[in-house]
């Protein structure tokens, strides 16, 4: 056995010594030998790694679109609050010219020389046909949606889609005069049928006559709200992820067990956002209830009587008569219908924003 060789510093002979490590990163020294000089430094832009990173440009397209959006957002904000100060700005002194209650009197006769107004029974109107109008509404726009994703062919679904849109772009006044002239008819004999067999039950009650009651309108605002509920749930309901309906059938459910487990659990909070948009639409509608209503002042459960009226449709009849004071209440009767509408919107995003958080927590 021979003595160890010796280790030289010269490159190929081996040595004793042992190169002193360089501060390049590892792999770098083929890069840096090609490098100029003046650039073999640690760290500089002729190394693979390690240097700094570009500095954001302080004046950016994604500060500016973040800009864009934050201005939109407090626009709509102050757009919001200039409507609430308008109207409370111009509803004052006619609420200061009332003579009786304004939350509890059931009528509407601001244009006196004592001014006499009240929004109980027009809101009750309001609400009471827009509820009735979802409550015929939704059961068949949720029906027709699910037949359209789920169990139409392709190509039938999207034909009866495209007509089931075409409702949104009928302008309210045709639903008015078709209501009116045409849809009266049939409504008054159900209305007689209702009351023959059933007239033991107050809302189908009284001696008549029938025709332009709540039952009308609210049949018509039905029809009206029904492609924005049917459209929304459909594209909702197409956006269940496959493999969740894939697995409820691998496990052997049939389809209405597998939408039932898969499909309207998932779209359970783009479904209460459409509901939420057809009450909006239900709320605001003017000239079609303005046409279809028997426009009284009073507060009834009756559904098939003529008579009801509602906050629009009463602003629409009065606001050409009306004076300096009838304007004022008109406005104030808008001011209550705002409220309504923010109400109703709001408890609809509280609502959805408590799904979601329950949903992410169940994933």
């Known amino acids: 056995m021979g003595d160890t060789p010796h280790r030289s510093a010269d490159a190929g002979t081996g040595g004793t010594r042992v190169t002193e490590g360089h501060p390049w990163p590892a792999g770098a020294s083929a890069r840096v030998a090609e490098a100029p000089v003046s650039t073999r430094t640690p760290g500089g832009p002729g190394l693979g790694g390690g240097g700094a990173l570009p500095t954001a440009r302080r004046f950016g397209a994604e500060r500016a679109f973040r800009g864009l959006t934050l201005a939109a957002g407090g626009f709509v904000l102050v757009v919001i609050a200039a409507i609430a100060i308008f109207l409370i700005a111009k509803a004052v002194p006619a609420l200061r010219a009332n003579t009786e209650s304004f939350w509890t009197y059931e009528g509407w006769s601001p244009n006196g020389s004592e001014p006499k107004f009240g929004i109980g029974a027009l809101a009750f109107g309001t609400v009471l046909s827009a509820a009735l109008a979802l409550l015929l509404a939704v059961p068949v726009a949720l029906g027709i949606a699910l037949y359209l994703s789920h169990y139409a062919p392709r190509r039938l679904g999207t034909s009866l889609g495209f007509l089931i849109d075409l409702l949104a772009a009928v302008p309210s006044v045709v639903f008015g ?77 049939t389809r209405w067990e597998m939408i039932r487990t898969a499909v309207l659990p998932y779209g359970r909070p783009g479904v209460i956002a459409a509901v939420m948009l057809g009450l909006g639409r239900a709320l605001g509608e003017t000239i079609a209830l303005a046409m279809t209503l028997g426009i009284t002042f009073d507060i009834s459960f009756n559904l098939i009587e003529n008579g009801g009226n509602t906050i629009a449709a009463n602003i629409a009849n009065a606001f050409g008569e009306a004076n300096e004071t009838g304007r ?32 992410e927590s169940a994933a």
């Open 328 to 359: 004022g209440a008109l406005i104030a009767s808008g001011l209550v219908l705002f409220a309504i509408t923010l109400i109703v919107n709001i408890t609809a995003r509280v609502i959805i924003h408590r799904r979601r958080e329950f949903t």
């Open 177 to 253: 005069l078709w209501g009116r002239d045409y849809f009266s008819g049939p409504v008054t004999d159900l209305s007689v049928w209702l009351n023959t067999y059933f007239g033991w039950i107050p809302i189908f009650g009284g001696d008549g006559p029938y025709g332009a009651s709540i039952l009308l309108g609210a049949l018509v605002l039905a029809i009206m709200v029904l492609p924005i509920i049917t459209s929304l749930s459909r594209e909702v309901f197409l956006q269940t992820p496959t493999a969740n309906e894939e697995a409820a059938l691998a496990l052997g459910a």
